[in-house]
């Protein structure tokens, strides 16, 4: 198995130009002959912007950038991070929910797994020195509760054809601050490598 990490900067808010790196890093991994291509957490559009996050054209625009992203996955599978939304539920804050997401496409399609087909939710939200994510986002850990499941019974593997594949975000990687370990729930519902997105 050929995995790249295309540990690329990404320019805050700048979704076009951060789109044509990920797209040049597919390109190039499906010429080196990669099984896999890994951006970063919030690869489209920037993790630290602050209000940005309740600028609901910008997020409109960062929800569309997912469906470029997987268009671009023949022959590879491409993981990446970037917001989700459910439009039809409320955010604390009364706005759009929000969700840091880490995505998996292959052949243009979503991956089967995941907290649904093709993604996952980040489950631990720091809010300590400059992070401040549950202000914006929803945890894994809350929907698992609204949608009355355990949360090990949630957070799922994404079967792929290079292996079943436990995709997280930063934070739930150090969980020994925290009352759950999503690495080990991963790994005990067969996750046979373990990628986390920070």
Same mark, same amino acid.
């Given at each position: 198995m050929k995995i790249g990490l295309a540990q690329i900067e990404v320019i805050p808010q700048k979704i076009d130009a951060n789109l044509q790196k990920i797209f040049a890093f597919?390109?190039?991994a499906k010429e080196q002959g990669l099984d896999a291509i890994v951006f970063p957490e919030m690869a489209v559009g920037g993790y630290l912007i602050g209000d940005e996050w309740e600028n609901e054209d910008y997020i409109n625009k960062l929800i569309a950038a997912n469906e470029e992203i997987k268009s671009y996955s023949d022959g590879i599978t491409v993981i990446w991070g970037n917001v989700d939304v459910d439009r039809q539920k409320k955010n604390e804050d009364?706005? /759009?929910?929000?969700?840091?997401?880490?995505?998996?496409?292959?052949?243009?399609? /979503?991956?089967?797994?995941?907290?649904?087909?093709?993604?996952?939710?980040?489950?631990?939200?720091?809010?300590?020195?400059?992070?401040?994510?549950?202000?914006?986002?929803?945890?894994?850990?809350?929907?698992?509760?609204?949608?009355?499941?355990?949360?090990?019974?949630?957070?799922?593997?994404?079967?792929t054809s290079i292996g079943k594949?436990?995709?997280?975000?930063c934070e739930d990687m150090w969980s020994d601050d925290y009352g759950v370990n999503p690495t080990y729930m991963l790994v005990s519902n067969g996750a046979e490598v373990i990628i986390n997105l920070s």
């Open positions: 597919i390109n190039q009364g706005r /759009w929910r929000k969700y840091n997401a880490g995505f998996v496409a292959r052949d243009r399609q /979503w991956a089967g797994g995941g907290v649904e087909d093709g993604k996952t939710y980040k489950t631990l939200m720091p809010k300590y020195r400059e992070f401040d994510d549950e202000r914006h986002f929803y945890s894994l850990q809350k929907y698992a509760t609204e949608q009355n499941m355990s949360l090990d019974n949630i957070l799922r593997p994404f079967e594949l436990g995709i997280m975000m």
